[in-house]
């Protein structure tokens, strides 16, 4: 057993906020530079970019998750993390079923650049990703359980796009494992800020990186025998002895 770093919260160049810089194998140099263990690719409402990110994160010996950052029809952003690229796919599916289609307008929003399995470039997509679905909160959880995955709430602290500000309380049957505070929030002010609303769920700490310098070792440290999809599941349910660590946010 040991700890390991990591950071399930980035954006790839598909996501129209990030830079263009985000190519799945430049992210993975960068993990890999920064010391990270375990990483998930976490774009806006799609998983387009998974295989090329999986790929390579093995190759720089990184263990690669594929996710989503949904956005429910409440407008709460949801980290919706999966095992395997057939999953991911899959999820995508049922949110692209469940997704307003608007033509992306590049100028407008970003360009959102897809890449292949083996990172090279593809064309662009063109359905806009930046916009609520028609899947809401409870809904999605459920639907992502169905399909062996888990659900983080994102930066909960946030004034807009958060559990808490969209609707002011964690639910207490909402089945997640764990809350996702942003880089530089205090622990110890959600912690008394949630209370009993916490209801035993792990905090922890992403990067949400949309740029490379933005991908750092960051807050978020797991004690695992391995770094793999089945301990992260027995660190955010704090069995066996694995554990989850927020560590104290630090100006860079």
């Known amino acids: 057993m040991r700890w390991y770093a990591a950071d399930l919260h980035l954006h790839s160049a598909l996501s129209p906020c990030a830079l263009r810089e985000m190519t799945p194998a430049a992210m993975a140099r960068a993990l890999a530079a920064s010391g990270v263990h375990l990483a998930a690719i976490t774009d806006h409402n799609s998983c387009e970019n998974a295989a090329a990110f999986v790929t390579a994160c093995r190759k720089e010996g990184i263990t690669p998750l ?76 459920a639907e992502v359980k169905a399909r062996g995955g888990l659900c983080i709430p994102a930066h909960i602290d946030r004034p807009a796009y958060s559990l808490l500000a969209m609707l002011g309380l964690v639910p207490r049957d909402l089945p997640v494992p764990a809350l996702e505070i942003s880089a530089r929030a205090r622990e110890d002010e959600l912690r008394l800020r949630l209370g009993k609303g916490l209801g035993g769920r792990q905090l922890v700490s992403f990067s949400d990186a949309h740029c490379l310098d933005d991908i750092w070792p960051g807050r978020t440290a797991l004690w695992l025998a391995h770094p793999s999809w089945s301990e992260l599941e027995l660190a955010l349910a704090g069995r066996d002895g694995r554990r989850v660590v927020v560590l104290p946010a630090v100006e860079r």
Not at 77 to 94: I, K, N, P, R, Y
Not at 101 to 127: H, I, K, N, S, V
């Open 66 to 141: 594929v996710g989503m950052e949904l956005e429910t029809r409440e407008e709460v952003h949801l980290l919706c993390l999966f095992s395997s690229v057939e999953a991911g796919t899959d999820w995508q599916g049922h949110v692209y079923g469940r997704l307003p289609w608007r033509e992306d307008r590049a100028r407008a929003f970003g360009t959102q650049w897809r890449y292949d399995a083996g990172g090279r470039p593809m064309a662009p997509l063109e359905r806009l990703l930046t916009i609520s679905s028609e899947l809401g909160l409870e809904e999605a959880c």
